[in-house]
């Protein structure tokens, strides 16, 4: 039984519906590695979506949020955002479970987050502005997420693997042209715990009180998290002035 309709669109000409249920695209996304980037996957994204809508279209128009009073949330702004369970909101920090979700994420080594963060998100940019197999544009996003994995000491680099969400309302995404940039999934149910934050884009050591803030607030209630890494999420243009909402996740284990 086909549950859901979804909108099926050709990316560059016309648009067309059709249907496809939630179970096919829950086992289409399941191909997908978790956290471990591969190029070659592309293809198999490809040939499993053909399967499902038996055609040859090149894109689908995938209905990435559900219809709900209570969504997108305001700091998503008009932007589109992955769809999340709210599991438990406390003074201190949410619990947000994720739904699958695809981002489009390259990795950065280096010792100064200026400079890293800076490099990744140029990579990524330039994929959304056309440096890809289609040299088509895409629409910006939220939140841009950056998985940081600290080094072992002061003079080591830092791992940092930034990462911009799929709209799949916009059709599957095209192969990036810099073979850095790397498409990827989420796993199943992907649970973190979020410590919500304003003003302007943090800079690191703003970064760094705020997870330690999180951090505090999970160990006090014997909540068990990743320690060894923990991501940093922007939702604004560095020309929003107002209503800035920043984010640190720590990945619930
Ligand atoms: C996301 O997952 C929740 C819970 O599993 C489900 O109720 C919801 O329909 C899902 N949303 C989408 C867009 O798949
Ligand atoms: C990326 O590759 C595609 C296909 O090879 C090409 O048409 C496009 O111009 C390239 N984009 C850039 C920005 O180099
Ligand atoms: C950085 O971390 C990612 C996983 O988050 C891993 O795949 C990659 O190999 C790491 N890179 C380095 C240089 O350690
Ligand atoms: C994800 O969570 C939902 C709700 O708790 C559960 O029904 C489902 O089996 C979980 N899926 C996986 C793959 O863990």
Redesign the pocket.
């Known amino acids: 039984m086909q549950d859901t309709i979804y909108l099926l669109c050709l990316v560059l000409h016309s648009c067309q519906l059709a249907t496809v249920s939630?179970e096919d695209?829950l086992k289409y996304l399941s191909k997908f590695p978790v956290s471990k980037p591969d190029d070659s996957l592309m293809n198999l994204w490809e040939s499993e979506v053909k399967k499902i809508v038996g055609t040859d279209n090149d894109g689908i128009l995938l209905?990435?949020?559900?219809v709900g009073a209570k969504w997108p949330p305001p700091f998503c702004h008009k932007l589109k955002c992955p769809?999340y369970?709210l599991l438990e909101s406390t003074e201190d920090y949410e619990l947000r479970?994720y739904?699958?979700s695809l981002w489009v994420t390259t990795n950065v080594a280096g010792i100064d987050f200026k400079q890293a963060t800076y490099e990744a998100f140029m990579r990524l940019f330039k994929y959304i502005q056309g440096n890809n197999e289609k040299g088509i544009k895409i629409e910006m996003t939220v939140p841009v997420t950056t998985k940081l994995i600290p080094g072992p000491g002061p003079a080591c680099e830092n791992n940092f693997t930034m990462s911009f969400f799929v709209d799949l309302d916009m059709g599957f995404p095209p192969r990036p042209n810099d073979t850095r940039v790397l498409i990827t999934r989420t796993p199943p149910?992907y649970t973190v715990y979020v410590r919500s934050f304003s003003g302007f884009t943090p800079s690191e050591e703003r970064w760094t009180t705020q997870a330690e803030a999180l951090y505090r607030a999970l160990s006090k209630k014997g909540h068990s998290f990743e320690t060894e890494y923990y991501f940093t999420a922007g939702y604004d243009s560095p020309f929003r002035i107002f209503n800035r909402h920043n984010e640190i996740w720590f990945l619930k284990k």
């Not at 209905?63 to 559900?66: C, E, F, H, I, T």
């Open positions: 939630s695209i209905q990435s949020v559900p769809y369970d479970r739904n699958y149910n």
